[in-house]
């Protein structure tokens, strides 16, 4: 057995071991095959030489995103720990802008990451996964910096209106207040980023657009950032209608859950359609999230994990 003292400094340790040292609990777990006993900004390693080394690495990502984000939750212990550091902590390109009150929107995952250098790359974009990944955030951030930085002139933002067991035409009000709700997430992203006096403005002016899919017909959508959410609810028929309504100097992402299909059983998925269709196109970028994408409660993706094993048995 070997030891090693490690001094912290530097660092705030509560973001490091939490209140009620919650957090240095949750990585005493994760490493049981070495003693872990702290003392202040002292920690003592006991172990083999091997582990001990894998430790410290493990350590150094769990300070550097401490550094890099002012934060470290149980979850992303969880991630940093199981996950390739080298890729979840890489610096470049994680700033996509600055939102409301100077709040930093980053790219906080490794495939997050790679939506924006595929939509650098390419004008067409799938981002494909369970709840919970960011890909409609990650879709709406790279959309605002579009538009900030003028490379388009609006951004427009759609979904199917196929509702998960409910009716919009029961809904009271106009067709505005029936869809104000079903597009709430998008609202929640847009209110992060732009302040809501501008955010006002530009929806009065038409520079940024929501609407429910079947608006999309017969439009050509020229110098427009354009988010497809909810793809997976759409048919074969809408997902071609709306692929083709691309104009020039247009972006396109298309963002979906293949496991949160909404539509009546005998309709197929316009998502799962476009997926195998135009899998050989090279212009057009495919990138699939999964649970180790997941920055909503750690919880998450254990029951992402649940159900993806129930489906497997």
Do not use: W
């Not at 495919?286 to 993806?308: P, Q, S």
């Amino acid at each position: 057995m070997s030891e090693k003292l490690i001094t912290l400094s530097n660092i705030e340790l509560v973001k490091l071991f939490g209140t009620n040292n919650r957090k240095l609990d949750k990585i005493k777990t994760l490493f049981p095959q070495i003693k872990i006993v702290s003392r202040g900004e002292r920690l003592k390693i006991i172990g083999s030489t091997d582990q001990i080394k894998y430790f410290e690495q493990k350590l150094t990502a769990f300070i550097k995103h401490i550094t890099q984000y002012n934060s470290l939750t149980l979850s992303q212990i969880e991630r940093l720990a199981e996950g390739n550091e080298s890729e979840i902590m890489k610096t470049k390109d994680d700033i996509i802008l600055h939102g409301q009150n100077g709040k930093v929107i980053k790219a906080r995952t490794a495939n997050q990451r790679k939506m924006i250098s595929e939509i650098e790359k390419n004008d067409m974009l799938f981002a494909i996964g369970p709840a919970g990944t960011g890909k409609t955030y990650t879709a709406v951030a790279i959309a605002v910096k579009s538009l900030k930085d003028r490379e388009v002139k609006r951004i427009i933002f759609t979904r199917p209106a196929v509702e998960a067991g409910e009716n919009l035409g029961f809904l009271p009000g106009d067709l505005k207040e029936k869809l104000d709700p079903y597009m709430q997430p998008i609202y929640d992203a847009l209110f992060d980023m732009i302040p809501i006096e501008r955010l006002n403005e530009y929806i009065e002016n038409g520079t940024i657009q929501i609407a429910p899919l079947a608006f999309m017909r017969g439009r050509t959508l020229d110098k427009a950032f354009v988010i497809l959410d909810e793809g997976q609810n759409s048919t074969e028929q809408q997902m071609k209608m709306f692929l083709t309504r691309m104009g020039r100097s247009a972006k396109f992402i298309i963002t979906g859950d293949e496991t949160q299909i909404d539509l009546p059983r005998n309709q197929k998925s316009g998502l799962i359609n476009a997926i195998t269709t135009l899998k050989d196109i090279k212009d057009i970028s495919f990138v699939t999230l999964d649970g180790n994408d997941v920055i909503r409660h750690k919880l998450v993706k254990d029951i992402i994990n649940a159900y993806k094993n129930k489906n497997n048995d």
